[in-house]
């Protein structure tokens, strides 16, 4: 993602941090207020009790709630190159008819196989990339993968880098995520 994307998303924590510190400040005020008894004796007489709930999120959550937005304004040409293996396919006609029109999964060696399926961590949908260019691909990107290929992993992290890129920077949670995940 360019800096103005970056740059947007840390102001937005700030500013989303700022409103949790400020509504946390008014419960604990509502809190001490709850001690009086006036207070106590009005909220007797009219029914009236306040339920106001104290917000405990960490950085790291907070981040999560706001990056979203943010995904569509990263151009292809602003992502840092970081794929998730979503996994190798072969095309529905491989198979008996009885499969249905999908394509199947299938092991990464599989002589069926016809394509990989890629994500980019920043966003964009799915690619596919033919079996004959994968090696191509694994070799000029960043490509980390999971046990289970899950587009459930994906997201989580993709959480993780956006959560890494706005603590530290870019580049740093990049390190990160292939520190932490397998690389093809």
Request: proline share 3%; net charge positive.
């Amino acid at each position: 993602m360019n800096q103005e994307t970056l740059n947007g998303l840390r102001d937005e924590f700030k500013k989303k941090k700022a409103e949790i510190k400020e509504h946390n400040k008014k419960v604990i005020r509502v809190r001490e207020l709850m001690n009086d008894p006036a207070v106590k004796e009005y909220i007797e007489l009219t029914g009236n009790n306040p339920q106001i709930e104290y917000i405990n999120l960490n950085s790291i959550e907070i981040i999560n709630d706001i990056y979203r937005p943010f995904l569509t304004t990263i151009k292809p040409s602003e992502r840092n190159n970081i794929y998730f293996y979503l996994g190798t396919y072969s095309f529905y006609y491989h198979y008996d008819i009885s499969e249905g029109g999908i394509d199947k999964k299938v092991a990464k060696d599989d002589k069926l196989a016809d394509y990989n399926l890629y994500w980019n961590i920043e966003g964009g949908v799915p690619i596919r990339i033919p079996i004959d260019n994968s090696k191509e691909f694994e070799k000029n990107n960043v490509v980390i993968c999971t046990y289970y290929h899950s587009a459930k992993d994906y997201y989580f992290i993709q959480k993780e880098f956006f959560a890494n890129a706005v603590v530290y920077n870019q580049v740093k949670a990049k390190k990160l995520l292939i520190k932490k995940y397998h690389k093809l």
